[in-house]
């Protein structure tokens, strides 16, 4: 709760300060950016951890994704390794990421909140409980794993939820 009521506050005056001109705006606008994509770590519920971002997410008003990854995995290291790129960041304006490594989950984490991540990427779509709503994109939509491919279809998805 404590992480939520920071991210809040850090998120408040990130807006507050964006929306001033120059490159000081500039600079926190990338850094609510930044602050938009969360790591859940390891240990106790998953399903409880995601629902305390999926709150946090619902505090700034951006809509929560639960992106599923690894660190072993290409795809997913192109997607972080991209996501400050223009037209990665038009594709995840409005939207708040949630990240959890799947090794460090058991299958039954993810079931318990109606996700299967046999693809990785996997990104999402979930309620304010933080339970898939039947929703997802996985990187088997954008062929190699370069902005001008992932982005569009990116934004389409996180458009339609």
Not at 64 to 73: E, I, L
Request: hydrophobic share 45%; net charge positive.
């Amino acid at each position: 709760m404590r992480r939520a009521l920071l991210l809040l506050v850090l998120l408040t005056a990130c807006n507050e300060r964006a929306s001033g001109s120059g490159p000081e705006g500039a600079a926190t606008s990338e850094a609510k950016a930044a602050e938009s994509w969360v790591v859940v770590p390891a240990g106790g519920s998953l399903g409880s951890k995601i629902e305390e971002q999926v709150g946090a997410a619902k505090a700034v008003k951006l809509k929560p994704v639960v992106y599923v990854g690894a660190t072993w995995c290409g795809p997913c290291v192109a997607i972080k390794k991209t996501k400050g790129d223009s037209r990665m960041k038009e594709a995840f304006s409005g939207v708040f990421v949630i990240e959890v490594d799947m090794d460090q989950w058991k299958k039954e984490d993810f079931a318990a909140l109606g996700m299967n991540p046999t693809a990785i990427p996997v990104f999402y779509a979930v309620d304010d409980a933080g339970k898939a709503i039947g929703k997802r994109i996985d990187g088997g939509a954008w062929g190699d794993n370069i902005p001008e491919n992932m982005a569009p279809p990116l934004k389409r998805f996180f458009a339609g939820i």
